[in-house]
């Protein structure tokens, strides 16, 4: 199978069952976000114990790309600590923006996202639900001062 194909039935796989997608009460929500661009929506919710993010949950109303990446996103921190959580979620965008470059390993499946970076208007349909992570870490975990 080439790449591309491959790449298309990991992102068509997320979108047509989300990992970790759920109907949030909004009492829970912690980020809120839209991509007015093309019309996606995120609300996220997420818990975290001993340091851990040990919960994300998240609805994504929007196109297939937005809706694998949550996915993706969610799957991928999930059980990480909230400062690797961090890292990732700065790596990836990074990688987005074609700032940095991520090796196969690091990537996994997320590479089935890379191809977006050549179409710029699309990009911000990827990070959506990797911002709202952010958000919510800044409110689960704010920095030490
Ligand atoms: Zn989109």
Redesign the pocket.
């Given at each position: 199978m080439e790449m591309e194909e491959l790449y298309q039935e990991i992102l068509l796989d997320h979108f047509k069952h989300p990992r970790n997608a759920a109907v949030l009460d909004p009492s829970e929500v912690l980020a809120d976000e839209e991509?007015p661009?093309?019309?996606?929506h995120i609300r996220l919710a997420a818990r975290v114990a001993d340091g851990i993010l040990q919960d994300i949950r998240h609805e994504t109303r929007?196109?297939?790309?937005?809706v694998a990446s949550a996915s993706m996103m969610s799957e991928r921190l999930r059980g990480l600590s909230t400062e690797e959580a961090g890292r990732r979620i700065a790596d990836f965008l990074a990688f987005m923006r074609g700032e940095k470059e991520l090796s196969e390993s690091e990537l996994g499946d997320l590479a089935a996202l890379g191809g977006v970076r050549k179409f710029p208007l699309?990009i911000?349909?990827v990070t959506?639900g990797w911002h709202a992570m952010e958000k919510a870490l800044a409110k689960l975990a704010p920095p030490p001062r």
């Open positions: 991509n661009l093309c019309g996606d929007g196109c297939a790309i937005s699309r911000k349909c959506l």
